[in-house]
């Protein structure tokens, strides 16, 4: 089992940036493939990012390439996700997830383990 612990959010203008960062329990974290997606009131929780096992491979939504970036540090247990140029719709929570095996997903029901979540408010 892994436990995670999303950190960072906050209030932040339109254009500012901000970095989540998730920690993982454990000393299997390089067994999982890692996921942040963003959930907002009534909606379904949405795909942002995901990274390989390794940190090679990584895959973004096509609302946030070219401004968010999802990188690891498996020596740290840790994922982040750098958010650049923020726009007030990438208000949500944002959650980190981990999946084992070496599927990158971009599914959330294919993901293990979820965090709680970190609200990410953009102002206009």
């Known amino acids: 089992q892994v436990q995670l612990v999303e950190s960072g959010g906050g209030l932040v203008q339109a254009g500012g940036s901000l970095r989540l960062s998730c920690a993982a329990s454990?000393?299997?974290?390089?067994?999982?493939?890692m996921g942040w997606f963003r959930q907002t009131p009534g909606k379904e929780r949405d795909f942002v990012a995901s990274?390989?096992?390794?940190?090679?491979?990584?895959n973004s939504a096509d609302s946030v390439k070219g401004r968010f970036t999802i990188s690891r540090d498996n020596a740290k247990n840790t994922v982040y996700l750098q958010m650049n140029s923020l726009k007030p719709e990438d208000t949500a929570v944002y959650f980190c997830?981990?999946?084992?095996?070496?599927?990158?997903?971009?599914?959330?029901?294919?993901?293990?383990?979820w965090g709680q979540g970190t609200q990410v408010t953009v102002s206009s």
């Open positions: 997830a981990a999946r084992g095996g070496t599927y990158v997903s971009t599914k959330s029901y294919d993901y293990d383990y």
């Open positions: 454990g000393r299997t974290f390089s067994s999982y493939a």
């Open positions: 990274v390989s096992r390794s940190g090679r491979s990584t």
